[in-house]
């Protein structure tokens, strides 16, 4: 059965460091989103990309976050300098055009 | 906005039992869906059950089913015959019925089934 995979499982960065996390979403989905779930808490939307381009993207997902879909099947969410508080779980989904969204089993970040 | 609320952060239950876990709801939406997700200690998100607001029947899996009172704003989850297995995080969620729109979650409820 096709299903969303993340890597890596477990970065580990100093604060001000550039990390990309990456995902390889299902072959045939459209639709794209980064979630972040900081320890203990819900899990929180970041983004979504649809057509090689941003749909929607929440207030936390500010200029220190890009997405990017450089080759048609990794789909890469970018920190640019990160924060102690990035430190989170970080769930990419993809979807075709139904409604249920498949997760991939996460990257946790940990920023030092 | 779109807010779901789960007003049990944390339950237990004997294994065997029936459990019951509250979510509310608050949209001006009148098409949109309503998900229980799963989180084991692994973090990896599973989907339970779905339910679509247009439908009336509620939905069942298995030992999974559902009580959707669309007006209240209500989508509690039932979990028959609880297991170990079934020990977890449960994620209340809604999403508009919308191509590509964002999935909002409650805050969870963390479920221990107790051998």
């Known amino acids: 059965e096709p299903e969303v995979t993340q890597t890596p499982s477990h970065q580990v960065t100093q604060m001000g460091q550039e990390v990309i996390l990456r995902c390889v979403p299902i072959s045939n989905h459209l639709y794209f989103y980064w979630y972040r779930q900081i320890l203990g808490q819900k899990v929180e939307f970041l983004v979504s990309f649809y057509n090689n381009e941003i749909s929607e993207k929440s207030e936390i997902f500010d200029d220190q976050f890009s997405v990017e879909r450089p080759d048609g099947s990794n789909f890469t969410l970018k920190i640019r300098s990160t924060k102690l508080e990035d430190s989170a779980m970080y769930f990419c989904a993809s979807k075709s055009g139904g409604n249920e969204q498949f997760f991939g089993p996460g990257t946790r970040l940990t920023v030092l | 906005a779109q807010t779901v609320t789960q007003s049990q952060p944390e339950m237990s239950v004997q294994e065997a039992e029936t459990v019951t876990l509250s979510c509310t709801y608050d949209t001006s939406e009148n098409n949109y869906y309503l998900f229980w997700y799963k989180q084991p200690p692994s973090r990896q998100m599973i989907l339970v059950i779905r339910?679509?607001?247009?439908?009336?029947q509620n939905a069942t899996e298995n030992r999974f089913s559902v009580n959707f009172q669309k007006a209240a704003k209500s989508f509690s989850l039932k979990i028959s015959d609880s297991q170990l297995g079934d020990t977890a995080m449960y994620f209340c969620?809604?999403?508009?019925?919308?191509?590509?729109?964002?999935?909002?979650f409650g805050k969870g409820t963390r479920l221990h089934i107790l051998p």
């Open positions: 339910q679509e607001a247009y439908k009336q």
């Open positions: 969620a809604f999403m508009k019925l919308s191509r590509d729109d964002k999935i909002i």
